[in-house]
């Protein structure tokens, strides 16, 4: 199992690539990446691996359950699979941008299964808070 560390500061370039920390990528067996939005307003990325794991336990929710269903929507209809280029970056798309409110700078967090991208101004605070815990 990959186990993402860490806390590193980046900045989006003119197309919108992000460059994923080293640490980060030695993780990846493979070139493609799993992003969706994540719980706080952050764009959570995972490997292959972790996010079939992570989508099968909520795939085992059944249908008939509203809350499985909606968990569902959010998860999957604004996850996107990406390609980490020869250089370390990948692309993030348009909505989950938006959503995560992510413009310029950013931190990219280890979460243990996966890792998240936070607009930095963002993530100093929420980390803030995560101290005061």
């Not at 307003?41 to 292959?48: H, N, Q, S, T, Y």
């Amino acid at each position: 199992m990959n186990l993402f560390l860490g806390e590193y500061d980046h900045a989006l370039d003119d197309r919108g690539r992000v460059t994923l920390p080293r640490k980060i990528r030695q993780e990846f067996d493979e070139r493609e990446v799993v992003l969706a939005k994540g719980f706080e307003p952050c764009i959570f990325g995972f490997d292959k691996a972790s996010w079939e794991r992570e989508a099968g336990k909520h795939l085992d929710t059944p249908v008939t359950d509203s809350r499985g269903r909606q968990l569902r929507r959010y998860l999957f209809a604004a996850a996107e699979k990406v390609e980490i280029d020869k250089l370390g970056r990948i692309l993030l798309p348009a909505l989950l941008k938006e959503y995560a409110s992510v413009t310029r700078e950013v931190v990219v967090i280890g979460a243990g299964d996966h890792f998240e991208i936070w607009d930095r101004a963002r993530w100093k605070e929420y980390a803030a808070n995560l101290e005061s815990v």
